[in-house]
């Protein structure tokens, strides 16, 4: 079922578009902008589910779909006729998706049951200048009934004359705290576990979904709490190849944020005696001994040396061979007598 206040984080842009609905005042044309995951798809189906609703509901001068009507019920089945999601399918990447010139003569045909004809084009920032320029002409003059949502990751290709036609939404990053509050209350993750998927999501609902819902991502933070906790104890040959494995490119990003994460975390442990706010709340046990084995000193180099890894990594250095000699100076600065 498609509601507003499903949508989370994004208070200003419902907001906009409710009021829109509720004055009348709805634009022809809007631009969705924000990153993959970031709930661009939801957002558009809520407000096209809204416009076509037969019986829509006032909640607190607020408009919602109401769920039940004939509309509605097609919209939550994407059965809707009147909403046209582009493209349909997955097409080969740059083939049919980046022309849209064949599809917009079906603009000039009246809606089939509904008020509104809405056009939701998905990686709208893919589209061609000749497509945009089609598509321009009928920005210019839409038909009474059209409504066009223009979902983009990004708006540096768009034709400054298409944009100057639509009224540009901006999904907003959503802060961690939000995002983890979220999925305690409605996904009933525990605290812990919510905290960690909240701050590897970025700012980005989707994947906070996405990870929680995720057992590779769980696999992979015990495997990284593991590597941390037996650090001290390996070899230059084991740290190697766990450099290799880490430094892996779908896996890096992550795990130098989760290294610097675990670091902190260990940091704020020993400067607060076991009183500050941790990420890893649910590792505490494991952050304790970790900050039993480093002097303050040292746990402060170790947190330089992970930022300036991720920093070397990112202006792209060899990944391995950084992940390795910072895993190194890590044990080192554990083990007494090294610096
Ligand atoms: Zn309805």
């Given at each position: 079922m498609y509601r507003f206040d499903q949508i989370v984080g994004q208070e200003a842009v419902t907001e906009h578009l409710q009021n829109a609905i509720k004055t009348g005042s709805m634009s022809h044309a809007y631009i969705i902008n924000g990153e993959r995951g970031a709930g661009k798809k939801l957002l558009a189906r809520t407000y096209a589910a809204a416009l076509q609703c037969e019986d829509l509901r006032m909640e607190e001068g607020r408009p919602e779909p109401c769920g039940a009507c004939r509309s509605c019920l097609q919209s939550m089945t994407f059965n809707q006729p009147d909403?046209?999601?582009?493209?349909?399918?997955?097409?080969?990447?740059?083939?049919?998706?980046?022309d849209i010139r064949p599809f917009l003569p079906d603009v000039q045909v009246k809606p089939y049951q509904s008020p509104w004809k809405i056009y939701i084009f998905e990686d709208a920032e893919q589209l061609n200048v000749q497509s945009q320029n089609a598509l321009l002409k009928t920005l210019e003059e839409p038909p009474a009934y059209a409504v066009f949502l223009l979902l983009a990751n990004g708006t540096d290709n768009f034709l400054p004359t298409v944009m100057s036609r639509c009224i540009t939404l901006q999904l907003r990053q959503i802060p961690e705290q939000v995002t983890a509050a979220y999925l305690e209350k409605e996904k009933g993750l525990g605290e812990g576990n919510a905290r960690l998927c909240a701050r590897f999501s970025r700012g980005n609902i989707g994947r906070a979904l996405e990870l929680s819902?995720?057992?590779?991502?769980s696999d992979f933070l015990k495997e990284s709490v593991r590597l941390f906790s037996s650090l001290p104890d390996m070899d230059a040959w084991e740290i190697a190849s766990a450099a290799e494995r880490f430094g892996a490119p779908e896996r890096l990003e992550d795990f130098l944020e989760l290294t610097s994460t675990w670091y902190r975390d260990v940091l704020v442990f020993k400067s607060t005696a076991g009183r500050g706010d941790l990420v890893f709340s649910d590792q505490k046990e494991d952050i304790k001994a970790a900050a039993g084995r480093f002097t303050y000193e040292r746990l402060q180099k170790v947190t330089e040396a992970v930022s300036l890894s991720a920093v070397?990594?990112?202006?792209?250095?060899?990944?391995?061979?950084?992940?390795?000699?910072?895993?190194?100076?890590?044990?080192?600065?554990?083990?007494?007598g090294k610096a």
């Open positions: 909403v046209i999601v582009w493209p349909r399918k997955k097409p080969p990447k740059y083939s049919v998706r980046d819902g995720s057992s590779d991502f070397r990594i990112r202006g792209n250095v060899n990944a391995v061979m950084t992940l390795e000699s910072m895993l190194l100076h890590i044990r080192d600065a554990c083990l007494p």
